[in-house]
């Protein structure tokens, strides 16, 4: 996968994976912030290890 690809592609995986609101409504909870950011970097260690 290029550089320009990869980019497009967790771009729409940012998009399809919502947050979860919590007590104050338009705040995004912080372990799901956590969860995402820590998927996203899995992500593209293991799209650079194997492409």
Do not use: D
């Not at 995986?13 to 979860?20: E, G, N, T, V, Y």
């Not at 912080?30 to 290890?49: G, T």
Request: proline share 2%; with cysteine; charged share 20%.
């Amino acid at each position: 996968m290029k550089k320009h690809e990869t980019i497009l592609f967790l771009r729409s995986l940012m998009a399809l994976i919502p947050f979860k609101s919590t007590e104050k409504q338009g705040k995004a909870n912080s372990k799901s912030i956590l969860s995402l950011a820590i998927l996203m970097f899995s992500l593209v260690a293991w799209m650079c290890l194997f492409r």
